[in-house]
């Protein structure tokens, strides 16, 4: 139960070290598999501490004591728990650091979090949980205040730092590191322990924010502890979509580098090893009056961290103390779960770890946690602990191909992974104040001036919906033509994919992945459709028979498909066959991941409605639709055909 700062004063001088952040997984088995996951990282990676993420509002309050508690309790990593104040009453934040204080936690990183403020917003809850007693959250400091009030120095607590200023919104007005300081500072004097700064790129900014932050004439930053946060590159488009969200700046030569790999995730992702490589080594030579750490946002992601903490000698040596002799000590769960194989965003050798094969069906395409992380020149019986390394490396006994989910999943993604649904973690929200949506989205009073903002959108002259801050993929303009007629009629679009039959891997728009290689689609398209027309429609596609696939839910929780349940009602939508590597299939829907973005898909409609006084028009509009219309996605099986699909739904 030691605090971060006690640990960082006991090491050695000139000592380096690193912290892993892991958010609460969006399914039970996501759950599951981070537990085994965090067992194997704790053992090989041996981080000083570990971080645990807090939901807006304390959306995902219960996970997140139940993931810090594994981590502080089971795994006895000293662990931090991050709190934000954002639309948080004082009953939930009481609640979390009681929770906290229980399980053994003595570290909180105390956040304002993602704008806008509770204030900002109309139609709040009025039952006394963000009513007058959340208001006095409204900044960070006054949770530090709050914090040390309540428990004096119990908590050692942290506070977030910006190395290129802290911005609202996707549009920023103002974003300065010197202008931030004075919040800065009144964070410390309130309490402060310790500075996490936000991720970052350009290593020249973060180096001269760092010297801003020890020259500043109070002195109070001289030595305390500055820990500058790294997101590995896991794949071209999520870094683009990372560093918007987060205003954080590309340096050129980093872009191009990616700029020209950017179809091939592999490439990009050993590229990203070796640029935040050269970050850290570029920091570790520049001169600092406590020891220097890192913390890395790992998005629940295991192999490039793993890459990253090797090439730059960030793994301490392990304890030798702690060293279990036990084979079984070290596998990756006691318990004996039935997980099904997958190559979603894996690298080729698509192999899932699992504790046994014994009575699989699909067991060519499994392994066991043991052989996966035994090296070829060892048997079983000689293994330590230091060698679980190579689950986290892939240089096990599967070769560098070990590791189930190497790529972020996206809200396509495997539901069962770890990483599933947060490719960048900053979650499902507006990401902009009302004043910004306003002024994007203005003031729909109809749902023919709904249909007006997609069809905008669709067209390239809007540049974000609520559910997309970016543009549409290149390959969207192949079915331009059909969206339009879609969102015309008013069924709002929000995800799509025209049909692809054996295109080259190199081939614009739709090629990804190595060279030399031919990529498949099946058309498929997700929107938001008025109760009424969804039940003409789903008739129209029972009829089609094995031909469609679709699944359909509401904000009430109500789900319908034409799929069998649960776990056997999977569609691969695109995969790829490249020279020398199994087949991969980067996007599939299921089941389990639609119903997890069809919460968050009306969650997004709820937050936009309540940009508009309740008794607006508008107001009244987007929440009617939050309540009433239904989200559904219609999938076509005969990729041959790249109108099938549009023709069914015309």
């Known amino acids: 139960m030691q605090k971060i700062t006690d640990k960082i004063a006991a090491l050695p001088p000139g000592e380096t070290f690193h912290s892993l952040e892991f958010f609460p997984p969006k399914t039970e088995m996501g759950f599951q598999n981070l537990n085994s996951r965090l067992e194997r990282m704790a053992l090989a990676l041996r981080p000083l501490f570990v971080t645990v993420t807090w939901g807006a509002g304390g ?28 639309n948080m009453s004082r009953k939930i934040l009481d609640e979390a650091l009681e929770s906290a204080k229980r399980i053994g936690v003595r570290n909180i990183l105390a956040l304002r979090g993602d704008p806008p403020r509770n204030e900002e917003y109309f139609n709040t809850a009025c039952d006394g949980t963000n009513g007058n007693d959340g208001k006095e959250f409204t900044y960070a400091v006054d949770l530090v205040k709050y914090i040390r009030e309540k428990y004096g120095d119990y908590f050692c607590i942290g506070v977030a730092g910006y190395p290129e200023g802290h911005a609202e919104g996707t549009v920023p007005e103002v974003q300065s590191a010197s202008r931030d300081l004075p919040y800065l500072v009144e964070k410390v004097k309130a309490g402060a322990d310790f500075i996490m700064t936000q991720l ?18 109070s002195g109070l930053f001289k030595d305390m ?70 913390h890395f946002y790992t998005l629940n992601l295991e192999k490039a961290v793993s890459f990253v903490l090797e090439k730059c000698n960030l793994i301490p040596p392990p304890d030798e103390s702690a060293l279990f002799t036990d084979e079984s000590d070290i596998l990756v769960s006691a318990q004996k779960r039935a997980r099904r194989a997958s190559s979603v965003n894996s690298n080729p050798s698509n192999l899932l770890i699992v504790d046994r094969k014994e009575g699989r069906r699909d067991s060519t395409l499994l392994e066991t946690a043991a052989e996966a992380g035994l090296l070829k020149t060892q048997v079983q019986a000689e293994q330590r602990p230091e060698v679980t390394l190579a689950i986290s490396e892939g240089e096990g006994s599967l070769g560098r191909e070990a590791t189930w989910d190497d790529f972020p999943n996206g809200r396509f993604g495997d539901a069962r992974s770890p990483a599933f649904g947060e490719i960048d ?25 709904i249909s007006a903002l ?7 002259k809007l540049s974000a919906i609520p559910w997309s801050e970016q543009g549409l993929n290149d390959e969207t303009s192949v079915i331009q033509t059909q969206l339009l007629k879609l969102n015309k009629k008013g069924w709002w679009t929000v995800a799509s994919q025209p049909a692809v039959n054996g295109a080259r891997s190199e081939e614009a728009p739709y090629g990804w992945g190595p060279k030399g290689g031919f990529v498949f689609q099946k058309a498929f398209v997700e929107f938001f459709i008025a109760p009424e027309d969804f039940d003409v429609l789903e008739e129209r596609l029972k009829a089609m028979g094995d031909d469609v696939s679709y699944y359909a839910g509401n904000g009430a929780g109500e789900y319908r498909s034409n799929m069998p349940p649960s776990e056997e009602a999977l569609n691969a939508v695109t995969w790829g066959c ?42 009244a509009l987007l929440a009617d639709v939050a309540r009433s219309y239904w989200l559904v996605n219609v999938i076509h099986h005969e990729f041959m055909n790249a109108e099938a699909l549009w023709e069914v739904l015309a």
Not at 203 to 215: A, C, G, I, P, S
């Open 425 to 449: 973690g900053y979650g499902p929200s507006l990401h902009m104040s009302p004043a910004q949506a306003i002024a994007l989205w203005g003031h729909p009073v109809t749902t023919a001036d």
């Open 578 to 619: 490249f020279k020398g590597q199994e087949i991969i299939t980067p996007t599939i829907i299921e089941e389990v991941n639609f119903k997890a973005w069809r919460d968050e898909a009306f969650t997004i409609w709820q937050e936009w409605s309540r940009v508009y006084p309740p008794r607006s028009a508008t107001g």
């Open 454 to 460: 997609f069809v905008r959108h669709v067209t390239g």
């Open 200 to 217: 970052f790129y350009d290593v020249k900014k973060y180096l001269e924010y760092e010297q801003m932050l020890r020259d500043e004439p």
């Open 59 to 86: 959306s995902t309050a219960t996970k997140s004591i139940q993931l810090a508690e594994t981590c502080q309790r089971l795994l006895n990593l000293t662990t931090c728990l991050h709190l934000t104040c954002t």
């Open 225 to 294: 502890v500055i820990i500058p946060g790294l997101m590995p590159i896991q794949s071209y488009h999520i870094l683009r979509r990372t560093t918007k969200l987060s205003h954080a700046s590309l340096p050129e030569d980093i872009s191009d580098r990616l700029d020209s790999i950017k179809g091939d995730d592999a490439k990009v992702k050993a590229a990203g090893v070796d640029i935040v490589s050269d970050i850290v080594s570029q920091i570790k030579s520049a001169p600092c009056t406590t020891p220097r750490g890192f």
